[in-house]
Structures are given as structure tokens and as C-alpha cells.
């Protein structure tokens, strides 16, 4: 079994940072990808940012230029630095990922979730 453990979500003004982490521990063969999702009331969930194992990261076009992640194989975890912070993006942030828990079976696993808000 994967557990994956954020910190970092809480209330902050326009403009602002935060900074989420997510580490994974458990039974850890490899880490395919990390990244997060959030999901804000009454919206789908959607991809933010994502991590691969071949360094190649996606970014939600609303978060661009503002958000950066980034990730320390060593600890299993990664990192989401969120600056220039706007209202539209307050929600939960979940993170996600890819484990190979055996060498060619992986599965996806989900954080619990942290409440990012954005308000003056």
C-alpha cells in the first residue's frame, strides 16, 4: 500500500504564495508521475501540473508563468510553489500519482486533499 501526505494548503491574499507538498511513502518500487489536481465548488476535478519520470511537466494554461513543481526523488516527494495567487484558484488540491509498486505493475493513488483559498 502507497500513502501520499500533503501540507501546505490555507488562506491567503491576492497575489500571494503558498507552498504545497505531497510525499508518498509505503511499498515504493518507482514513481511514474506526481502531480496535483484540484476541484473547486460545483466543478470537475482537473489537472493542474504533473511531473514525469522523464522530467517532462504539464501545466494547466491558468496556472502558467504563476505555479512551478518540482520534485525530490529521494524523499519520494513533490512540490508545488504557487505565487501570484487569484481567487479562481481556490480549491482543494489533490495529489496524485503514478507508483510502480512492482517492477511492471503501477497504480494511482490520491492525497486527501488540502483547502488552498484565495481572499482578501
Known amino acids: 500500500q502507497v500513502h501520499l501526505v500533503e501540507s501546505g494548503g490555507g488562506l491567503v491574499q491576492p497575489g500571494g504564495s503558498l507552498r504545497l507538498s505531497c510525499a508518498a511513502s509505503?511499498?515504493?518500487?518507482?514513481?511514474?508521475?506526481m502531480g496535483w489536481y484540484r476541484q473547486a465548488p460545483g466543478k470537475q476535478r482537473e489537472l493542474v501540473t504533473r511531473?514525469?519520470?522523464?522530467?517532462?511537466?504539464y501545466y494547466v494554461d491558468s496556472v502558467k508563468g504563476r505555479f512551478t513543481i518540482s520534485r525530490d526523488n529521494a524523499k519520494n516527494t513533490v512540490h508545488l510553489q504557487m505565487n501570484s495567487l487569484k481567487p479562481e484558484d481556490t480549491a482543494v488540491y489533490y495529489c496524485?500519482?503514478?507508483?510502480?509498486?512492482?517492477?511492471?505493475?503501477?497504480?494511482?493513488?490520491w492525497g486527501q486533499g488540502t483547502q488552498v483559498t484565495v481572499s482578501s
Open positions: 496524485h500519482a503514478n507508483i510502480f509498486s512492482l517492477p511492471t505493475i503501477a497504480y494511482d493513488f
Open positions: 509505503g511499498s515504493i518500487f518507482r514513481v511514474s508521475a
Open positions: 511531473l514525469d519520470s522523464d522530467d517532462s511537466i
